[in-house]
Each structure stands twice: as structure tokens, then as C-alpha cells.
């Protein structure tokens, strides 16, 4: 498996001569002297669901707010479709925000809500009418058109927020931390709502989360944000699969992460050496023979069995279980290695334990081993 | 039929909290009652039983006596008690139309107070709101400083500045602008800067108070909804806003409508309003029944306003 070989639905991929709907080139903001957004560069193409991933404070919000223009840049471009935005105010730009706190109007009905901005373009009513109501009917609020905001539960203000947003049909939909206010169950329903939505109307979405399980089951297309830079961009398998550094790694999922030295690099397999085994790649990398490198494996990409044997050979070493954690559909191990190094492993309970000895308990021995594709090489 | 109440489980015995604990307990209801109760009785003593001898002395005649007032109960002997309830006090001042003049001119000077403030206040009230973290407070401060200096002081400061032979006149002349000095001083545009300024921080507190509640973010989405910033303050802010309006506007008007010292020492003769009127019915004319009556109708009067406070109040309440 290969970068390249993504699904289809990729207009980052296809419309590479065309022109991206937003062109973010060596955009900057500082907030006295702290950098918020630090010189960065970022295509977004038409059809996208573009998630900014990352920690508070790493900018992603920052970068959300220029967009929309409610800050000014202090370098750089933002062009959407084609047009600068440096001199082009929040209200005449091509784009909608549904905020965090949904900033609902509180002294208008949902209808009001709804219809504001279309009655500051000057539809005409009876188009206005039609298009509030279509847009109640998608996120099924028609029977609380005549309701307060403070009448709504938290689920339906989230609706309220994206109807208000969508019914301009803006070129470009900003959604800051669009489900951080609902609770857990409610949010992950939300989740799919929101992409199939999106799929509906058809327009662009920049979605801000901090949720990297969030960003994975919404974007098409993401980016990792920290200490306000890009620390990759690509879609939710490339990241998780392919991490370039230890932070996106670690950021996204978990990962076991350890250091190594490159003895052998072929052009369609790797091998490093590390202090408990030798780990084999099976598809070729840009490293050099002697210089350090980083390690990482998913805890699922970790095979375990009982062994006694000390294991040889690439990719497996033996260990002793330190913690086991049940989970329910999955279980959790903590694995001592050889050199005093933990690893977490996690297995599906596929089967019900009918027999105590099957069960893989404290202080057994046992090994690990893993794919040649599983590892993955990190230069940072 | 079984008998079901043998099921029945029986009653959990009522747990007996030691006798110090109850004694405890005792003490602490007893301290919820007398805290709601206190309320109630400044009420009383200090609003309705003043209120009340008013209302009394504006249904009793004048009389050459100590107090100058005839009493409402009188014995005429053999046990009969007489209520005599004298309503020409009232007919006195609804026929003179002196006291209707200058009712309505004392309401139009605080109605047009009234807006002055709110015209100055509200842009003021805003700016403190958005105005930086250290700048704030300050501003604040300056708006309640006033407070920290003598009403009497700050409006006979007044006097010295609107005189002919005043700060403002002498400036004026000695620029070359008049020849001769402006009257200000005993005018109507000496009262209504006098109101305008003494009553200013009434209005401006309540509208900051409204003001700093709003969320910044809903300027923000109307802006993002295409709303220009004077579209965005007239269909957001505005209405937002019109529980301060209301309280500050109830602030500055209802005192301003019974003020006396700033129309007296201003205005002077000039100006009437119902505060002087009433001063002099009471102390010079010594005429205490009519006084009370002019009191009871301007109450009246400014109940009115009151009661629309309350109700906005209510709705305000009810929204949260």
C-alpha cells in the first residue's frame, strides 16, 4: 500500500490544474509576541471537507477567523475564488461561520434566525420564505421555526447554527468546533449528519476540532496544527498510516515510539536496528544507511501470543505483560520489552475467554511480533 | 382478598437528631425567617408609613396650628368618630393650571433629559465595554468619581461656570468670540446641563452593565451574515440592549422629574418645575395639605413609568 493509491474522491488529487477554491500563501498573525499562525501555505478544493486539527492554542481557530475575516493578517495572502480577501470585509465575503457558541440571535425566533442573512442580501420574500424553510426541513427544525433559541435543546441550537450558515449557500462554510457543545453520544451522531449534509448541499467545509476522532470520521482532507504551523496535511488513512513525525504519531492515535539506526536501505525495504530487534519495512523510505530514525507501531498493528521461547529474527521480540486493561470490545496490554521499554498492545476480544488459561493475565510471557508493513519510520 | 398491608414495609423510623443539633436547627430556620422579614419592614418604615402620612395630611385642611393641619379623625363626643376626607386640595390643584403647566413642563425637561443622557450615555456606556483591560476600570472610576464630591458642590460649580461673570463668559470674551456675555445662567439650558450631568452615571452604569453581558460573537455572525455595522447595531445591539435603555432611562427620569435644587439654583425663577412648586407650597407658603397633594399627584404620575420598568424587568427575567 502506497500514498497514492487513494479513493477517488480526491479533488486535491484531480483538480491539481485548477484552480483551488482557497489559496492560503505565507499567511502570519501575531498576537503581540506570540505567533499564532506562523507562515502558513494550504489549498483547499472545491467539494472538500477540510479539517484543521490540533491542540488549543495551536491556531486553527486563529487561521478559521481570517478566513471569515474577523482578523486581520499580518503577512500573507487568503484568495477564495480567485478574489484577494485583503480588502474584503466579513460581510461581503463568500463565506459563512457557524460558531462555537452558535451565536444564535437570542431575541429572534429559529425563522428569524435563519432568514437574517438572506434578508441582508434582499432575497425577495417569497424565495426567502422557500429557502428558509427547505433549509429547516434538511436539519428537521421546521416545528421549532416559531421557538426561541433558549426554547431549543443544545442539539437543535447546533441545527439552528448550521441552517443559519448554510441557507446563503456560501462558497465556504467555516465551522468552529462544530459539535464540541453537545455530549459525547449526541456528537457522534452529529458526526455522520454533519458529512452527509455537507455531501447534500455540496459546499465546501473548513471545520476546526480539537477531536482528532472527530477530524478522522468527518474530513475528506485534513490538517495537524501545532504551535501554529501545519505539521501535515492529507487524509485521515495517509495521516493515521502514514505519520511524518512523532508528534502527528502520537497526536493521532497512539503510538509506540522508539529509536533506531538504519542499517540497510533498499529500494523497496528498509531495515533498522534497534535495542530489542531488528525491524524490517517492507516498502522503500528516503533514509540514510547509519542515521538515526523513529519508530512507531500501533498498539492494534501488535500481534501478542504466549510464548515461552525467546523470539529471533525481525520484527518480533519477546516481553512479559506488566497491566492488562479490559475494555470490553478491546483489551489493553502493557508489555515490557527486553530493554526495560513499555509498549501498549491492544487486542479484540473476538471470542469470550471460556478457560482462565486462555486469558493473557500479569506476568506472562509472551510475543510480539508485527507485519513488515506496520512499522512506520519517522524522521522527526 | 389477602390482606396486602402486612406486606407492607414497615415505616423507617424518623432518624432523632441529638437535642444540640436540633437547637441548632431551630436557631437557623428562625434566622431564615428574620432575614426575609427585614426587608419587608424597612418597607414598611421607611416607605409605606411616610407614604401614608402624606396621603393623610393631602386630605386634611389647612389649619393655624403645629402641625398646620386639621386632623382626619375627630370624637364629637358620645363615642362617634368622624373621618372628614378633604378632596379640595386635589380640585385646587387639577383647577389652577399653574400646577398643570408646571407638571408638564417639569415632565418634558426629564424626558428630554431623559434622551440627552441616553444620547451621550450609550455611546459612552459602549465605548467603556470595549475599551482594553487597563482603560476600564478607569473609566469606570471617573464615572462613579463624581459621586465622591457634593451634589450641592458640583451643581453651585455649575453657577460659577454658566454666570455672565462666569468661567465660560469671561473665556469667551477673552477670545474676542462674544462682546457680550451669553446668558446661561437662570435659563432652561442651564437646567438640562445640570440634569444631563448630575444624572449621567445613572444611565451609564445600567446600559454597561447590559452591554458587557453581550456576546461579542453575535456581532460577529451578523457580520459574517452580510450585516454592515449600522445594520448589525440596529437589528442586534439595539434590542439587546433595551432592558439598559429601560432601567437607565427609569434612573434618569423619575428622579429628574422631582428635582428641585438643580431648576432652583440653575433655572431660578426661570424655570418651573413641580419640585420647586412643592418646596414652596411647604416652606414658604407653609401650606403643607396642598404640598402633600402635589406630592401624591406626582407619585401618581411617575408610577406610570414604574410599572413599565417592572414589566420589562419581568420579561427580562423570564428570557433567562
Not at chain 1, 494550504?42 to 478559521?64: H, M, R, V
Not at chain 1, 482578523?71 to 462555537?100: H, K, S
Not at chain 1, 428537521?140 to 442539539?155: I, Y
Not at chain 2, 454592515?228 to 440596529?234: G, L
Amino acid at each position: 500500500m502506497t500514498v497514492s493509491t487513494t479513493v477517488s474522491a480526491a479533488p486535491w488529487l484531480e483538480q491539481k490544474e485548477q484552480q483551488p477554491l482557497v489559496q492560503i500563501r505565507g499567511v502570519t498573525k501575531k498576537y503581540g509576541e506570540v505567533t499564532a499562525v506562523d507562515n502558513v501555505d494550504l489549498d483547499i478544493y472545491k467539494g472538500e471537507l477540510f479539517c484543521l486539527l490540533g491542540g488549543s492554542g495551536c491556531g486553527k481557530s486563529t487561521l478559521l477567523r481570517m478566513l471569515a475575516g474577523f482578523e486581520d493578517l499580518n503577512a500573507g495572502t487568503i484568495t477564495i475564488d480567485g478574489v484577494d480577501m485583503a480588502d474584503v470585509p466579513a460581510y461581503e465575503r463568500p463565506t459563512n461561520m457557524m460558531f462555537q457558541s452558535y451565536a444564535l440571535f437570542p431575541h429572534m425566533t429559529v425563522e428569524k434566525n435563519v432568514a437574517f442573512g438572506l434578508e441582508q442580501d434582499h432575497v425577495p420574500k417569497f424565495d426567502l420564505a422557500d429557502r428558509v424553510h427547505d433549509i429547516l426541513k434538511l436539519v428537521e427544525l421546521e416545528d421549532f421555526k416559531k421557538r426561541k433559541p433558549k426554547q431549543l435543546s443544545g442539539g437543535q441550537r447546533q441545527r439552528v447554527a448550521l441552517a443559519r450558515a448554510l441557507v446563503k449557500r456560501p462558497k465556504l462554510l467555516l465551522l468552529d468546533e462544530p459539535l464540541a457543545a453537545l455530549d459525547k453520544k449526541l456528537r457522534k451522531q452529529t458526526q455522520f449528519e454533519l458529512a452527509n449534509i455537507q455531501d447534500k448541499v455540496g459546499v465546501t467545509f473548513i471545520v476546526v476540532t480539537h477531536d482528532q476522532e472527530e477530524a478522522m470520521t468527518l474530513s475528506s482532507r485534513m490538517a495537524v496544527m501545532d504551535a501554529g504551523r501545519f505539521k501535515q496535511i492529507g487524509t485521515p488513512t495517509e495521516i493515521y498510516e502514514f505519520p511524518e513525525s512523532r508528534f502527528v504519531a502520537d497526536f493521532i492515535g497512539s503510538a509506540n515510539i522508539f529509536e533506531g539506526r538504519v542499517t540497510e536501505d533498499g529500494a523497496d525495504h528498509v531495515r533498522v536496528e534497534t535495542e530489542f530487534c531488528e525491524v524490517f519495512v517492507d516498502h522503500g523510505h528516503s533514509v540514510k544507511v547509519g542515521s538515526k530514525i523513529w519508530v512507531a507501531l500501533r498498539p492494534e498493528k501488535i500481534r501478542l501470543e504466549k510464548s515461552d521461547e525467546v523470539a529471533e529474527g525481525p520484527n518480533q521480540t519477546s516481553a512479559i505483560i506488566d497491566d492488562v486493561g479490559y475494555l470490553g470490545e478491546t483489551s489493553i496490554y502493557k508489555v515490557r520489552l527486553p530493554n526495560d521499554e513499555v509498549f501498549d498492545v491492544t487486542m479484540p476480544n473476538q471470542s469470550r475467554p471460556t478457560h482462565a488459561t486462555q486469558r493473557l493475565t500479569w506476568e506472562d510471557k509472551v510475543k510480539i511480533s508485527w507485519d513488515p508493513s506496520s512499522a512506520m519510520l519517522l524522521h522527526s | 382478598m389477602t390482606d396486602f398491608t402486612e406486606d407492607m414495609p414497615e415505616p423507617l423510623p424518623v432518624k432523632q437528631l441529638p437535642i444540640s443539633r436540633q437547637f441548632m436547627r431551630r436557631i437557623q430556620n428562625s434566622w431564615r425567617q428574620i432575614v426575609t422579614v427585614v426587608p419587608f419592614l424597612w418597607l414598611l418604615v421607611f416607605f409605606l408609613a411616610p407614604f401614608f402620612i402624606v396621603a393623610k395630611i393631602s386630605l386634611a385642611e389647612l389649619a393655624i396650628a403645629s402641625p398646620p393641619f386639621t386632623s382626619l379623625i375627630e370624637w364629637t363626643g358620645d363615642g362617634i368618630m368622624t373621618i372628614r376626607l378633604v378632596f379640595d386640595n386635589f380640585v385646587y390643584i387639577w383647577e389652577d393650571s399653574l400646577y398643570f403647566d408646571t407638571y408638564l413642563n417639569s415632565l418634558k425637561i426629564s424626558a428630554t433629559s431623559t434622551f440627552l443622557c441616553l444620547l451621550f450615555g450609550y455611546p459612552i456606556a459602549y465605548a467603556i465595554v470595549r475599551s482594553g483591560p487597563v482603560a476600564k476600570p478607569l473609566l469606570l472610576f471617573a464615572i462613579i468619581l463624581p459621586f465622591w464630591t457634593s451634589f450641592l458642590l458640583r451643581v453651585y460649580s455649575w453657577m460659577g461656570l454658566l454666570a455672565d461673570q462666569g468661567t465660560i463668559n469671561n473665556l469667551l470674551m477673552a477670545l474676542g468670540i462674544v462682546d457680550e456675555p451669553i446668558r446661561m445662567l437662570y435659563t432652561e439650558f442651564a437646567v438640562y446641563i445640570g440634569i444631563v450631568y448630575t444624572y449621567m452615571p445613572f444611565m451609564i452604569l445600567p446600559l454597561y452593565a447590559n452591554m458587557e453581558k453581550l456576546d461579542n460573537s453575535l456581532n460577529e455572525a451578523a457580520a459574517d451574515l452580510g450585516s454592515r455595522p449600522t445594520n448589525t447595531f440596529f437589528k442586534v445591539t439595539l434590542p439587546l440592549t433595551m432592558p439598559g435603555i429601560v432601567a437607565g432611562s427609569l434612573l434618569v427620569f423619575i428622579p429628574a422629574t422631582g428635582e428641585y435644587v438643580i431648576p432652583d439654583l440653575l433655572g431660578g425663577g426661570n424655570v418651573q418645575m413641580i419640585g420647586r412648586v412643592l418646596y414652596n407650597e411647604f416652606s414658604r407658603n407653609s401650606d403643607w395639605p396642598v404640598a402633600a397633594a402635589v406630592a401624591i399627584v406626582l407619585l401618581i404620575i411617575l408610577v406610570l413609568p414604574i410599572m413599565v420598568f417592572q414589566h420589562y424587568q419581568g420579561k427580562a427575567s423570564e428570557e433567562q
